[in-house]
């Protein structure tokens, strides 16, 4: 089992910034990649960035290229996500995904955190 851990959510003004922060710890040997993905209200869940863990790649969502930038640290096996230039529809529950292999699936989920955006 993987264990994950949000934290830095809050409420930002538009145009600001936020640094959230995912901490995995138990079973992490098994590393390819870990994420991060949100759910606004009434909305479905949507991918954001990913980080591969050993190389370092990354992908981002369209709607936060150029302003959000996901980081890792091997050592402290954690995963963080800088958030510049903050919109009100950033607002949502940000979620930390694991996953274990490449080509599979997220293995595991944080337990979310909200972030909130006012005008």
């Known amino acids: 089992q993987v264990q994950l851990v949000e934290s830095g959510g809050g409420l930002a003004q538009a145009g600001g910034s936020l640094r959230l922060s995912c901490a995995a710890s138990g079973r992490t040997f098994s590393r390819y990649a870990m994420g991060w993905f949100r759910q606004a209200p009434g909305k479905e869940r949507e991918f954001v960035a990913f980080?591969?863990?050993?190389?370092?790649?990354?992908n981002y969502a369209d709607a936060v290229k150029g302003r959000f930038t996901i980081f890792r640290d091997i050592a402290q096996m954690t995963v963080d996500l800088q958030m510049n230039s903050l919109k009100p529809e950033d607002t949502a529950v940000y979620y930390c995904?694991?996953?274990?292999?490449?080509?599979?699936?997220?293995?595991?989920w944080g337990q979310g955190t909200h972030v909130t955006v006012s005008s």
């Open positions: 980080i591969t863990l050993i190389e370092g790649f990354t």
């Open positions: 995904a694991y996953a274990s292999r490449q080509g599979g699936s997220y293995d595991y």
